[in-house]
């Protein structure tokens, strides 16, 4: 069983920047692994996702702002996010699938297929 856990996150102010971490329990370099997020109110959403042999894909909403890495060494996956607006204002989860390609519904990594969560972190962005 792969435990996920995060860390980073808080609060920034319209413009600034936030980095997420996710470390697993094990070693997860042929997992796909993803950053989901949930607004207040809405349903929990794909942020961005990257495969196992580190190709990425990202939601329009923060593409060319965040950017999604992992450290297999460290077996940490990371959400870097720059520019952040009031909108991305949400709780965010990391995700990961035992398969090196990530199960893709509508263009990104669908939650149907999350085999482990992160227990979520929240981030605040005020304007």
């Known amino acids: 069983q792969v435990q996920l856990v995060q860390s980073g996150g808080g609060s920034a102010q319209a413009g600034g920047s936030l980095r997420l971490s996710c470390e697993a329990s094990e070693y997860i370099g042929s997992y796909c692994m993803a950053w989901f997020r949930q607004g207040p109110g809405m349903e929990r959403e794909a942020v961005a996702h990257?495969?196992?042999?580190?190709?990425?894909k990202y939601a329009d909403a923060v593409k060319g702002r965040f950017t999604i890495s992992r450290d297999n060494t460290k077996n940490t996956l990371y959400l870097q996010m720059n520019n952040l607006k009031a909108e991305d204002t949400a709780m965010y989860y990391c995700a990961a699938e035992s398969a090196a390609s990530c199960t893709v519904i509508g263009g990104l990594f669908s939650a149907a297929y999350v085999e482990y969560w992160g227990q979520g972190t929240q981030v605040t962005v005020s304007s």
């Open positions: 990257i495969n196992g042999d580190g190709s990425t």
